[in-house]
């Protein structure tokens, strides 16, 4: 049964990808991308009640599975490499030629195959992670499906890129799946790397000058990474003689010269991650078409980043090296929320939101108690839904109005109401309780409650992410109002990836007790480690949380009902002095032409502005990986 589970969920995508490529007929590409998906999830559902395991395969075609994995690196490097000499970037094919070489040294020199151990292992980590990656990518992938003819019909194109673009969509969630469920690193490398080369093809699939470039520093950015798990890899097999993941994490701490490939790790972890100063990959990333963005920032590619942290965080407790990456990871969390408040474009909110959320994430696999674990763990599985479904009303929103800029977003609700709810949902399970977003942030904070520093940047941060949450939300909510609101005609594969996102972060908000003690509780490590009492460990828990959620619920209704008042009431234009024309839309302004009225939020531009913030963090962000990475040498 494990080996059924496994190759549906591992290698499925991989061959769904080759249909999606080979097939060049719409509606059939569109049946396997829904069956692909379908089985994605329910497997999850499968695995994830069969309960932790250790696996390991039968060789397939009489073939040992490590000398596929060491045959598909080399295709996936020697691919790589190509499009280093295609794009003409130097940095990019010094750092593939730098992983070729070493990986294949290292295979087949230096690793000693005949030593038995399962290549694959499950842990509840490794179990909500498939969860995560299989459904919420899943929905993503059929959102997709109606979004890309509209994208490709915008385009005008002679010939339909889907193809492709479906191919890379697919791989990449049985490539985390792979990487999630791995215990042999060196087949974690390989998924690892799976994922550059997906996120370079997405980013650069319109083939703009802006997508191309973009993708090329996605590339050498996410090159810098695989190289340097590769160099973590072989130095953990030199210091301890293994390539089995569960032997390096129950080794418990590890002081000395260990620490430097967890230091490595952790590195490689915080540039998949886009943390600072790495960044500029994933804004860059923006360009691509919105599931692209949603499938990075959600469930994929970014998260294997923390879930590297995460896994090997018994590694590095209580050494400097678990100080330094909570620092950095704090002060990114910081940054990203400063930058946000300034931002008009959509897109880029939800991307600097998500580069602090990770770091956040990276914060807590820093300070590396229970407490701070649980609350990485929670905030993953909320951050997925929540941040999926906020890209995805903004891909809709977009295709419909024509922009992403928040200011053009003023007043949906009377355009698109269905959507501009959908929107404010998310945003509400972003920055309110009792969502699952805010209590993890909580309990981060609760975590840090010895670190005096990072309480401050915590604290500052989530206030800055609640300044430019809420005036999202007022956006969507605001004036003007028409007198009638025509019902919002949207295609059922949208809607339907919508209502089933919105409906999983407001359940989950609901359940945040139950997976508190059904999830989260059995990984973290056993007495005396416990978790100190807090909201879920006492048995008036849920009676706090239920009725939050009930006065919010109703909060909600009363909202949507004086909406629903104001647009039966008189409209009238603003006040301009009786300076304005017959529209009252203009008024009169010199040489008594029309001046048309605007209005728009205070962002702070002169504070809180990204070129003039960016450089800054970066230098900051710079010098706290190198303490890292120097610090644990």
Excluded at 585 to 603: L, Q
Aim: contains cysteine.
């Amino acid at each position: 049964m494990l080996d059924s589970f496994l190759f549906i969920l591992i290698l499925g995508p991989f061959i769904a990808a080759a249909l999606c490529y080979i097939v060049r007929i719409p509606h059939i590409r569109s049946l396997v991308v829904l069956t692909t998906g379908c089985l994605l999830a329910v497997t999850s559902v499968l695995l994830f009640l069969n309960g932790p395991f250790s696996h390991t395969p039968p060789p397939i075609l009489g073939v040992p599975t490590h000398w596929w994995v060491l045959w598909a690196d080399d295709v996936l490097l020697l691919t790589m490499l190509y499009y280093g000499f295609k794009r003409r970037h130097l940095f990019s094919k010094i750092l593939v030629i730098f992983q070729i070489v070493c990986l294949d040294y290292f295979e087949l020199f230096m690793v000693d195959h005949d030593k038995v151990f399962p290549p694959f292992v499950a842990d509840n980590l490794s179990l909500v992670m498939v969860l995560v990656i299989s459904i919420v990518g899943s929905l993503i992938c059929v959102f997709a499906i109606p979004y890309m003819n509209k994208h490709e019909a915008h385009q005008k194109l002679e010939k339909s890129r889907q193809p492709l673009f479906f191919t890379f969509l697919v791989v990449i969630i049985g490539a985390m799946n792979g990487l999630v469920l791995s215990n042999n690193i060196i087949f974690m490398y390989m998924f690892f790397e799976v994922t550059t080369l997906g996120s370079f093809m997405l980013i650069s699939h319109d083939q703009t000058e802006t997508a191309l470039r973009n993708s090329v520093r996605a590339l050498w950015m996410n090159c810098l990474a695989g190289a340097a798990f590769i160099v973590a890899m072989i130095w953990a097999y030199i210091t301890q003689n293994t390539v089995d993941a569960q032997k390096l994490i129950a080794a418990g701490h590890m002081g000395g010269i260990m620490l430097t490939p967890l230091a490595l790790l952790c590195f490689a972890g915080m540039v998949k991650a886009a943390q600072l100063p790495f960044q500029s990959w994933l804004l860059g990333a923006m360009v691509a078409p919105t599931p692209t963005s949603a499938l990075l920032h959600s469930s994929t590619m970014v998260k294997a980043g923390v879930y590297i942290a995460l896994r090997f965080a018994p590694g590095y407790a209580g050494t400097f090296l678990s100080q330094c990456l909570t620092a950095c990871g704090a002060f990114t969390f910081l940054a990203a929320s400063a930058m946000a408040v300034s931002q008009s474009n959509g897109k880029k909110v939800l991307a600097y939101s998500t580069i602090g959320n990770l770091g956040l994430i990276f914060a807590c696999a820093g300070i590396n108690t229970p407490e701070a674990i649980t609350a990485a763990i929670l905030l993953i599985i909320f951050h997925a839904f929540s941040k999926a479904l906020l890209f995805l009303c903004v891909g809709d929103i977009e295709q419909h109005i024509g922009s992403r800029d928040i200011e053009v977003m003023r007043g949906l609700y009377a355009r698109m109401p269905r959507t501009a709810l959908i929107a404010v949902l998310g945003i509400v399970t972003m920055m309110l309780p009792p969502f699952g977003v805010l209590l993890s942030k909580w309990m981060a904070i609760e975590a840090a409650s010895k670190h005096l520093f990072v309480i401050v940047l915590l604290a500052v941060g989530s206030a800055l992410m609640v300044v430019y949450w809420s005036r999202w939300a007022g956006v969507l909510l605001s004036a003007p109002y028409e007198p009638r609101v025509e019902p919002e005609q949207q295609d059922v594969l949208t809607r339907l990836p919508l209502l089933v996102l919105a409906g999983g972060a407001v359940v989950l908000g609901l359940c945040a007790p139950f997976l508190y003690s059904e999830l989260v509780v059995p990984f973290l490590p056993a007495p005396p480690f416990t978790i100190q009492a807090g909201i879920f460990e006492n048995p008036t828990g849920a009676f706090v949380l239920y009725p939050i959620i009930l006065v919010l619920a109703l909060g909600f209704v009363c909202a949507v009902y004086a909406a629903g008042r104001a647009r039966r009431a008189r409209f009238s234009g603003p006040y301009l002095s009786g300076a304005q024309t017959a529209d009252t839309e203009s008024f009169e302004g010199p040489m008594r032409k029309p001046v048309a009225v605007s209005s728009g939020i205070y962002c702070f531009e002169s504070i809180f502005g990204e070129e003039r913030l960016t450089v800054w963090f970066n230098i900051c962000g710079g010098i706290l990986l190198a303490l890292l990475i120097g610090g644990a040498v």
